[in-house]
């Protein structure tokens, strides 16, 4: 990777050297492998003066920029773009639809309704991506103007593309079908409900019949496309775009000939854009506009049946007065199932169905009709019937008891209805499942908590609790993240269930630089946790883990391994790790600003923070991204005690094994245990995790009394072990017993 970087740094300047005398306007960035890790953000080099454009149609797009983190619009016929307002959310999937404009945050996830005039967002919900690479994300998100269904795309380069419809009322998702090529990166539909798309794997454009979902490779597009792409369908000239990013990391707008499928240059867009879409819908001008005072109103009682209200429309498409106005279509979904055929233009009107087939979200829309067919809906989604439980309320989980392996969940049940319907049928019971070994639990009745002790071993764990009635799955409820481990263990991460780990959460910039990756370059082993350089920012990030209870203890020992590239050694770049207890002020505890091979650092941690019940410990990155290629961190662990005090002797009048101290230790440990009986054979015996045996530590006869030996953290062949939790097995006569220990280096 180095060796690649420093290639292109100085292939760049030797570019400059030939040209920028000429050129003084161009911009120059670190240019990144096109294949890496970010989605976005990799402009390297642009030319800023006017490209002369092949046609002069004009229509308003509006889109976001993801480089400058805009929101702007631009126009098609003279590619002059303006920006609207400075954004933080960064959607490469979304489109203008007839519901106005929908989009997906790349960073949260979360599906946005965004204001085109000012680039305000409201929050729908989240929409989590279905698939789960390192790779995986929501590509794009369309509506289909014929019917006002939307779509996404999910891809995964190393699984599939995969097509969702998406309720953009909660931002609920169900899968449609699977893609014939694994690269659909972006896509729209034009006024005969077909769907055309963009793969970046092979540069090809494919057409999907939205009735069958049966899709067709179109041809070649002509441009060599790289990262993310937008796509938007223009109805008013009936015109498909393309908003295309290319090996050259040019943006540039583009147009579909839906036949032959290749793509033609309309002129550069200012930076690459992701999502994007025209206003407008696919009526005639002269059609009815659309209904206002629209209401969809379900039975407040649970009864099947849901009364739909309007006013007719006043005026056509174009904005003229309506004077002609034949009919009032009410739809169920795609289902017509309503028809005024006297309408009165600007009048009221009203129908109830009462043939509603079953509890769920119904979709309803009204349009008004006349000569020139159907004109603009208004529409409207609603919970008819009797509803599902919502989400439960105070879920929380703790550690049973100290060093037992079993959590205990409690919770409120829930009293509404999750979609805001009727809630009259009870609690039947609960789905439960435990992560992130994805164990599913079936708790029979209603209930208020659980214990979960068939917990495999120790790590981080939370649940989601999911409550159900007769009419269906409730909402989903999440407890925190809790780490489950023998006494003195406070965090025990290797990272193999993501990044972050659950209740890990990133603070300040670089908010998608740390990432789950597959190598080990630490030391440990695959995956490892990452802080990339790209996207590039200056400035400080942090990787917080959830706040944790050290009171009563004064010191904590970490340990973990880890490995620094450095792009350009000697720039501004600082690694390390700090503590908090008030998630505000920090206190460095160990930094570097060197390149390390894979090493494998033991920090003793007594900042003030230690004792806090709110005791928190981030890695941090601070500098410039720019001067480094990456830092890999992997098996973490955090151990603390409540006591430095030895623990008292006492002769007992039994045989025991007391137990070690101190407990985690570096280097070596003190074992404790008693005879009760003169010329006992004692054997005490260290195991590892697989359960073989690494050194023997007593076996002869021992006199009545208190006994002690020193482990060292070596095996019978007197070399030093790896870190981790050991077993000590004590046999004397008929007793025998095993307790664990913890060794830190």
């Known amino acids: 990777m180095k060796k690649y970087f420093i290639f292109t740094f100085v292939l760049i300047f ?120 390192p790779s995986a994300l929501w590509s794009d998100l369309f509506c289909d103007k014929t019917t006002g269904d939307w779509y996404a795309i999910a891809l995964d380069l190393a699984v599939n593309s995969q097509l969702y419809s998406v309720d953009i009322t909660n931002a609920s998702f169900t899968w449609v079908a699977d893609f014939i090529s694994i690269g659909i990166v972006s896509g729209a539909v034009d006024r005969n409900g077909m769907l055309y798309t963009l793969d970046t794997e092979t540069d090809s454009t494919y057409e999907t019949d939205l009735s069958t979902y049966v899709t067709t490779l179109l041809g070649v597009a002509g441009f060599d496309a790289n990262y993310a792409q937008g796509a938007a369908y223009e109805p008013i000239d009936d015109v498909f775009y393309f908003a295309a990013f290319n090996t050259a990391y040019i943006a540039e707008l ?55 209200a309007w006013t007719c429309p006043a005026l056509q498409v174009n904005g003229d007065p309506l004077t002609d106005l034949d009919e009032m279509r009410i739809y169920r979904g795609v289902d017509l199932i309503y028809t005024d055929t006297t309408p009165v ?17 119904y979709t309803y829309k009204a349009v008004g009709f006349n000569d020139f067919g159907e004109g603009i809906p208004a529409s409207g989604t609603t ?93 989903i409820a999440t407890s925190d993240a809790v780490l489950i481990a023998e006494v003195g263990i406070l965090i025990m991460e290797d990272f193999s269930a993501g990044v972050p780990p659950a209740g890990w959460y990133v603070d300040g910039l670089g908010q998608i630089n740390w990432i789950s990756s597959p190598t080990a370059y630490a030391g440990g082993t695959s995956p490892e946790m990452m802080i990339y350089f790209s996207p590039q920012f200056t400035g400080i990030s942090r990787m917080c883990t959830m706040p944790i209870n050290t009171g009563g203890m004064t010191e904590l020992s970490l340990e973990f391994k880890h490995s620094i590239s450095l792009f350009m050694p000697g720039g501004i770049a600082d690694f390390g790790v700090a503590t908090t207890s008030d998630g505000v002020t920090w206190n460095t505890v160990w930094s570097t600003t ?28 601070e500098g410039e991204t720019f001067f480094i290629n990456d830092w890999c961190i992997d098996d973490v662990l955090l151990s603390g005690d409540a006591t430095d005090a030895d623990p008292v002797e006492v002769v007992p009048i039994y045989t025991e094994l007391t137990g070690n101290y101190p407990n985690p230790f570096n280097p070596e440990t003190k074992i404790s245990f008693s005879v009760a009986q003169t010329s006992t054979l004692v054997t005490i015996d260290v195991y590892n995790l697989k359960g073989q045996k690494v050194k023997t530590l007593v076996d002869e006869n021992l006199s009545a009394g208190q006994h002690s030996i020193i482990w060292n953290g070596t095996n019978d062949s007197e070399n030093a072990v790896s870190s981790g939790v050991y077993f000590y097995k004590m046999k004397a006569g008929n007793y025998q017993e095993t307790n664990k220990m913890i060794l830190l280096k």
């Not at 050129?23 to 402009?43: C, H, L, M, Y």
């Not at 060197?594 to 990155?621: K, W």
């Open 254 to 308: 583009r147009t579909l000939d839906r036949v032959t499928g290749a793509t033609t240059y309309v002129g550069a867009l200012p930076e690459e854009t992701g999502a994007f879409g025209f206003p407008g819908s696919l009526a005639e001008p002269e059609a009815p506009g659309a209904p206002t005072d629209f209401a969809v109103i379900p039975d407040a009682g649970g009864a099947l049946e849901a009364t739909i």
């Open 14 to 133: 030797m570019s400059i050297s030939l040209f920028a005398e000429n050129d003084p306007k161009v911009q120059i960035t670190r240019i990144e492998n096109s294949n890496g890790i970010a989605p976005f953000s990799q402009v390297r080099i642009r030319h800023e003066e006017p490209i002369p454009l092949p046609f002069s149609r004009q229509e308003t797009a509006y889109g976001n920029d993801l480089i400058s983190s805009n929101w702007y619009s631009f126009d098609t016929g003279t590619m002059a773009a303006t920006t609207i307002a400075a954004v933080t959310y960064a959607c490469i999937a979304g489109d203008y639809g007839l519901q106005g404009f929908f989009g997906i945050d790349y960073y949260t996830e979360n599906l946005l309704q965004i204001d085109p005039d000012t680039g305000a967002e409201t929050t729908i919900g989240n929409m989590p991506c279905p698939l789960t690479g």
């Open 345 to 361: 233009v600007g009048g009221p009107g009203v129908y109830v169905d009462s043939a509603v087939p079953a509890s769920g979200i």
């Open 383 to 475: 919970w008819v019937g009797e509803d599902v439980p919502n989400v439960a309320e105070n879920l929380l989980l703790e550690q049973t008891s100290p060093g037992a392996f079993s959590g205990t969940l409690t919770w409120d049940n829930p009293t509404t209805g999750l979609n805001g319907g009727a809630f009259n049928n009870p609690i039947l019971g609960y789905h439960i499942t435990r992560y992130p070994d994805s164990t599913v639990i079936e708790v029979a009745g209603i209930a208020t908590s659980y214990v979960d002790a068939t917990i495999p071993s120790a790590g981080v764990y939370y649940y989601d609790v999911q409550a159900y009635n007769v009419i269906g799955d409730g909402g």
């Open 594 to 621: 060197s390149a390390l091979p894979a090493t494998t650092e033991n920090i003793t941690i007594n900042t003030p923070d230690v004792g806090s019940a709110n005791f928190q410990m981030c890695f941090f990155f």
